[in-house]
């Protein structure tokens, strides 16, 4: 049996064999991200805000201080350094996202730092020992990634022009989505979240910034898309790029005046 099978396999035309793949591949389910996949993700991650410094720094040089995009770059390459030089034995998924936490504690100044740097240590409580992360334990730790940014901001809420933004109702959305269907994969979970987390982004255009440096500019913050809401979905997204077989994406066109995101390409 095995046998024919992989003479058919040999012996079948290319095309054929291709289709098939990429029948299988838009069809495999993921209902776990292993260890690999996490570092594979978190490398990508460094890749991503590689290929966007410049389009957060620009969101960031119009409502704050030019610097988020370096931010984001600087903290994702110690967290490559860290997680890269740990004895692989002891590397697991708690332990992974303990180490994002603290390179980002590390080397980011400013308010993106501990914020973030908290997030992910407080999300690695979540799957503390794990070899990998059920979709449940996503929500776990997105959730309690998401307490600890609104508690280190200051009590953020949304509508405050931040992070927030994007974290909560994605957050929310996750949860919901949960309860309805027990068994979801990551694939069709973070299908429909992706492009949810894009509309929370644009959703902080018109807002007025009430937290961070933005907010020193009262309503001259209003038309302008946050930096912090662009790099949480980027990250977010990156996670489903690359359990696609992707790497992430770059901006590549966006609007001169507001930031607006208009067109995403792979990188
Ligand atoms: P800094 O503002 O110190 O220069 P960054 O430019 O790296 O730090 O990050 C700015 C982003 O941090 C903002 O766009 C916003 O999303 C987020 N942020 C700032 N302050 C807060 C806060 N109090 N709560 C939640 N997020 C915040
Ligand atoms: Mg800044």
Sequence with gaps: MVMVFNTVKFISPKPFRIRLRVLMMTESKVHV??????????????????ANEKYLT????????????????????????????ENPA??????????TGMG???????AAGPLYGMMFLEASKKVQGKKEITVKDFAALLEAGLKAVKMVG??????????????????ARIKEIISKKD???FMELLGEIVPFARECVLNTIPLQARKGRASYLGERSKNHQDPGATSTY????????????GRGVRISEYDQET?????????
Aim: no cysteine.
């Design 33 to 50: 991200i292993d260890i690999n996949t996490l570092v594979k993700i978190l490398n990508n991650i460094l890749e991503v805000m590689k």
């Design 58 to 85: 620009k969101l960031d040089a119009d409502i704050g201080d030019a610097d988020h995009g370096i931010n984001m770059v600087r903290g994702f390459q110690k967290v490559i350094e860290l997680v890269s030089k």
């Design 90 to 99: 002891k590397l697991d998924a708690g332990r992974a996202l303990q180490l």
């Design 104 to 110: 980002l504690l590390q080397v980011v100044g400013g």
């Design 154 to 171: 200051g009590g953020t809420v949304v509508g405050e022009k931040t992070m927030v933004d994007v974290l909560e109702p994605v957050t």
């Design 183 to 185: 068994n979801i994969d």
């Design 234 to 245: 980027l990250i977010i997204r990156t996670f489903y790029d690359t359990l696609k077989g």
């Design 259 to 267: 930031g607006r995101l208009l067109k995403e390409e792979p990188i």
